[in-house]
Nanobody, 125 residues
Framework: QVQLVESGGGLVQAGGSLSLSCAAS????????MGWFRQAPGNEREFVAG????????SYASSVKGRFTISRDNAKNTVYLQMNSLKPEDTAVYYC??????????????????WGQGTQVTVSS
């Protein structure tokens, strides 16, 4: 059974930082893209960041570019999201996801086959 388990969410003041982790189990995703999405109350789930299997290709939503960094450790079957200079509008439930498709689909939610349960990130002003 495949599981993606996020950790690292919490409450932080604007301008602060948080680091999210997502550990996969049940199969290896070392040859597939992984990504982070978020959903705020009343909003649709949106793409935040994605990374290809090797880590050489990354993609970010314009709203987080320059502030967030996605990385992965294939030996640990884990993907990370470092979030700096957080803003109140970053408040959302953050989900990690694993794809079984290619690099070109990194930004598409429908390309991801497996999802975590989500972790809450709250940024206070």
């Amino acid at each position: 059974q495949v599981q993606l388990v996020e950790s690292g969410g919490g409450l932080v003041q604007a301008g602060g930082s948080l680091s999210l982790s997502c550990a996969a189990s049940g199969r290896t995703f070392s040859r597939y893209p992984m990504g982070w999405f978020r959903q705020a109350p009343g909003n649709e789930r949106e793409f935040v960041a994605g990374i290809n299997w090797s880590g050489e290709v990354t993609s970010y939503a314009s709203s987080v570019k320059g502030r967030f960094t996605i990385s992965r450790d294939n030996a640990k079957n884990t993907v990370y999201l470092q979030m700096n200079s957080l803003k109140p509008e970053d408040t959302a439930v953050y989900y990690c996801a694993a794809s079984l498709l290619g690099t070109a689909t990194i930004g598409r939610a429908d390309a991801y086959a497996y999802w975590g349960q989500g972790t809450q990130v709250t940024v206070s002003s």
